[in-house]
C-alpha cells in the first residue's frame, strides 16, 4: 500500500536557527506532492506543491522543498525560522491520475523567540 | 474568492446516538469533495471523495457514510456512532479540472463521542 512516512514527530528549534523536515513516500509512479500547514488556530493550507519540472519549488514564507525522485523524498527546507513558523506541518503525496490523497502523519515546530 | 465552511465546530455525541456534519463550498463550481479524519499522531485520513452530485467514493469501511446531494454540498453521516469514531473531521475541495491538484480545507469539526 502507498504510504507517506514524516519521521520528525516534534521539532524545537530556536529562531534563526535552520530547519529540514523529512518526507518519504512509497509509490514508484508519478506522483503530485505537496506540503501543507497548520498554524495553531487555522485552516490547514497550502505552503508549497511539485507537480513536475525543477525539482526544487518554492512556497510562501521562505520555504522550500526538493523532490529527489531516486530517493523518494520530498522534504522541506527553510534557512532561518522564526517564531511564527510554530506549526504542523503535513506532507501529502496523490498518484497521478487518481484523487486519492495520502497524507503523512504531521511534524509538529516548535520555534522559541 | 471561494471559501469552504463546516459546521458545526465542535460536537458532543452520546455512543449509538446519529451524525451529520454538513460542508458547503462557495466560489466555485463542480469542485472536487473530501471528507478526512485527523486523529492526534495519525495524520489526515482520507473517508470519501466526491467528484459530482451522487457520486461518492469511499475508502476506509467503517460506520459512516457521505452524500452530496448538491454541487457544493458535501454530508458525512452516521446512523450509530462508536467512541472510535470521536476525532477531527475536515472537509476540503479540488478544482475540477485535473485530478491530484491542491486541496483546499475547511476550518474542521471536532466529534467527541462519550
Known amino acids: 500500500a502507498q504510504s507517506v512516512s514524516q519521521h520528525n514527530h516534534h521539532v524545537i528549534l530556536s529562531e534563526a536557527a535552520s530547519l529540514e523536515l523529512g518526507c518519504n513516500y512509497s509509490y514508484g509512479g508519478t506522483v503530485n506532492l505537496f506540503w501543507y500547514v497548520q498554524y495553531p488556530g487555522q485552516h490547514l493550507q497550502l505552503l508549497l506543491k511539485?507537480?513536475?519540472?525543477?525539482?526544487l519549488v518554492k512556497g510562501i514564507k521562505g520555504f522550500e522543498a526538493e523532490f529527489i525522485k531516486s530517493k523518494f523524498s520530498f522534504n522541506l527546507r527553510k534557512p532561518s525560522v522564526q517564531w511564527s513558523d510554530t506549526a504542523e506541518y503535513f506532507c501529502a503525496v496523490v498518484t497521478s491520475g487518481t484523487y486519492k490523497y495520502i497524507f503523512g502523519t504531521g511534524t509538529r515546530l516548535k520555534v522559541l523567540a | 474568492s471561494q471559501t469552504i465552511h463546516q459546521w458545526p465546530a465542535t460536537l458532543v455525541q452520546p455512543v449509538g446516538s446519529p451524525l451529520s456534519l454538513e460542508c458547503t463550498v462557495e466560489g466555485t463550481s463542480n469542485p472536487n469533495l473530501y471528507w478526512y479524519r485527523q486523529a492526534a499522531g495519525r495524520g489526515l485520513q482520507l473517508l470519501f471523495y466526491?467528484?459530482?452530485?451522487?457520486?461518492i467514493s469511499s475508502e476506509v469501511p467503517q460506520n459512516l457514510s457521505a452524500s452530496r446531494p448538491q454541487d457544493r454540498q458535501f454530508i458525512l453521516s452516521s446512523k450509530k456512532l462508536l467512541l472510535s469514531d470521536s476525532g477531527f473531521y475536515l472537509c476540503?475541495?479540488?478544482?475540477?479540472?485535473?485530478?491530484?491538484?491542491?486541496?483546499?480545507f475547511g476550518p474542521g469539526t471536532r466529534l467527541l463521542v462519550l
Open positions: 511539485y507537480f513536475s519540472g525543477d525539482p
Open positions: 466526491s467528484v459530482g452530485i451522487g457520486q
Open positions: 476540503a475541495w479540488s478544482p475540477i479540472a485535473g485530478v491530484g491538484e491542491t486541496q483546499y
